[in-house]
């Protein structure tokens, strides 16, 4: 039997007693171990969310290039409100902008939002590496062409 903490039975409640006890000054008392992993997921969350956020955009940006006969509002909608989430990440948590700079990361977003624009177009002819610059995915007023 293995022994349960407080943090196993009802996570919510010990990060409030957490909280209580930082406030209170009364680090003896502290679940550090939990704490510290809290803390570092609290960073995977947010890159989570930019990871998310990119992968639409890109799967957006795809079917724009791939699907010119079917551009629209909607698809310019989400490629503009994903970009600005991109940014507004960007601001609050510079640091994530490193991310932009490491090759597995892009390929692993890429992938992924080659994976979803397959499942939405019936297409799979998408290049296997991004083909476009950080700079194009990101500014607001470039949409790629038809690659034909």
Known sequence: ????TRYDVDVVNWSREQAQLLRAGHFNQLDLEHLAD???????SE???LANRMVILLA???KWAYQPERRGASWDITI???????LRR???TPSLKVDLGETEWWE????DAT????QETGRSDFPEQCPWSVEQVLNNDWRPPSPW
């Open 47 to 49: 890159q989570r969310e």
């Open 115 to 118: 994976v979803q624009a397959a």
């Open 60 to 62: 957006h940006l795809i």
């Open 38 to 44: 809290e803390i570092e997921d609290v960073g995977k």
């Open 90 to 92: 960007f601001n609050k």
């Open 1 to 4: 039997m293995t022994n349960r």
């Open 80 to 86: 503009r409100n994903q970009r600005k989430g991109i």
């Open 108 to 111: 692993d977003v890429w992938g």
